[in-house]
């Protein structure tokens, strides 16, 4: 059965080919294969190219990629080394991440700064802000305490990144295993509480981000809706996606 992969690709790449107006004619069993392993890395190439610019924003130029591909594929010389290039992309990646970091950064110091003059926003001495949309007397959590909220994370720019609402359920955790900013924030409420908490990136998730949408430096907003202290804190059932222990 092994030596009738190579006829029977060839066959079908042919008519793909023919299909698609592809100008090149496959003409053997090796030049299907050639095509198929081009298939194969354009595709882990494309994803490379997305997950970069998902990440830094930047697509590399094809046509020069394609050149440094070929040149290196038949060993005719190629500008950098091996070792230049990966030194070059890792110190390019490090710059765009450098002033991606201190872009968010100042964006949310400069928020922050206004929306502290807002009415109803007040501000800890740890530079957390925010906001009682429902206020309720009693208990109030420690960091060590075991609780069950409600709550939506979202960007300045309104995006959401997290949301226990659309899951359906809410989240179960101890306070003094997720980030900064919630150990301190959850313990002004009572259950019923809900409140609008702006968590400056070092009470967040600090330079390294969190995902693609959570880069570096970002300020981070939370809707939180205390539902209850629970009793047994060794039950952390429940999801929640802002652990940094």
């Known amino acids: 059965m092994k030596k009738l992969i190579i006829p029977i690709l060839f066959v079908a790449i042919g008519l793909a080919s023919k299909n698609n107006c592809f100008a090149q004619t496959l003409n053997n069993g090796i030049d299907s294969l050639s095509y198929s392993i081009g298939v194969l890395m354009g595709e882990n190439t494309n994803y490379g190219i997305e997950q970069m610019a998902s990440q830094s924003k930047i697509t590399p130029n094809l046509d020069v990629l394609i050149s440094a591909f070929e040149q290196s594929v038949r060993k ?8 230049q290039a990966g030194e070059y992309i890792n110190n390019y990646m490090t710059q765009i991440q450098e002033k991606s970091l201190s872009k968010n950064k100042e964006e949310g110091k400069a928020f922050l700064a206004e ?3 807002k009415k109803g926003v007040k501000e800890t001495p740890s530079g957390i802000q925010y906001m009682v949309l429902t206020d309720t007397k009693g208990q109030k959590p420690t960091a060590e305490s075991d609780v069950t909220v409600n709550y939506k994370g979202y960007l300045l720019d309104e995006t959401v990144f997290d949301s226990s609402y659309d899951r359906g359920e809410p989240a179960t955790f101890k306070l003094n295993q997720v980030i900064p900013g919630w150990t301190e924030g959850v313990q002004l409420m009572s259950p019923g509480a809900k409140y609008r908490f702006w968590i400056p990136s070092d009470l967040g998730y600090g330079d390294r981000g969190a995902s693609a949408q959570i880069e570096g430096g970002k300020l981070l907003v939370f809707d939180i809706e205390l539902i209850s202290i629970n009793k047994d804190s060794n039950d952390t059932n429940g999801t929640n996606n802002f652990e940094v222990k």
């Not at 010389?77 to 070792?83: A, D, I, K």
């Open 76 to 83: 005719s010389g190629t500008s950098l080394s091996r070792e």
């Open 115 to 117: 929306n502290k003059k």
